[in-house]
T-cell receptor, first 115, second 114 residues
């Protein structure tokens, strides 16, 4: 079975500082990994994905994520946080070759960027 | 390109009633997924439809059901509503069954059961 853990319910960061939102995963095979963002009263928006290749993945709005196979992690990062980045962030995993294409999501991390 | 559209935006029902939620995928997308987002529980996978067939089902009771129409739109039905069914129901679509295709989400239907 596949699972995702986001160990922090909330992350607070000052505007202009770097931000990190943590994610660890568990799959039996190789993972496909995704990050989504959700603004209040909206659906989820796709930010970036890791399929294979370079461990550092760049996505929308200046976000990037680093895949670390040995630590089974896929942390989301941004060099300089904006107030507009404040939102709920979800990490998701899909097990390659598992035959089921559903995504399993973490419980989400609320990011607050303080002016 | 129009995104995933869901209707209604809000739905208020009483316990024991039935609710019907609708979803129109992005044009060209054949897969539709339903997720429940309840407070504090994250996103829980409900159902996956592709090419009109139910492909996978999450750990929900049979009173949660749905279907996909020939135009790839989808409907989620919840029978015998319970208070704990109150949640945001999100529909998503993807291009085919690609394992690495990201999901594109609608803004959801907020279901309140009183």
């Amino acid at each position: 079975a596949q699972s995702v853990a986001q160990p922090e319910d909330q992350v607070n960061v000052a505007e202009g500082n770097p931000l990190t939102v943590k994610c660890t995963y568990s799959v039996s095979g190789n993972p496909y990994l995704f990050w989504y963002v959700q603004y209040p009263n909206r659906g989820l928006q796709f930010l970036l994905k890791y399929i294979t290749g370079d461990n550092l993945v760049k996505g929308s709005y200046g976000f990037e994520a680093e895949f670390n196979k040995s630590q089974t992690s896929f942390h989301l990062k941004k060099p300089s946080a904006l107030v507009s980045d404040s939102a709920l962030y979800f990490c998701a995993v899909r097990d390659q070759g598992a035959g089921s294409y559903q995504l399993t999501f973490g419980k989400g991390t609320k990011l607050s960027v303080i002016p | 390109e129009a995104g995933v559209t869901q209707s209604p935006t809000h739905l208020i029902k009483t316990r024991g009633q039935q609710a019907t939620l609708r979803c129109s995928p992005i044009s060209g997308h054949t897969s539709v997924y339903w997720y429940q987002q309840a407070l504090g529980l994250g996103l829980q996978f409900l159902l996956w439809y592709d090419e009109g067939e139910e492909r996978n089902r999450g750990n929900f009771p049979p009173r949660f059901s749905g279907r996909q129409f020939p135009n790839y739109s989808s409907e989620l039905n919840v029978n015998a509503l319970e208070l704990e069914d109150s949640a945001l129901y999100l529909c998503a679509s993807s291009l085919g069954q690609g394992e690495y295709s990201p999901l594109h989400f609608g803004n959801g239907t907020r279901l309140t059961v009183t």
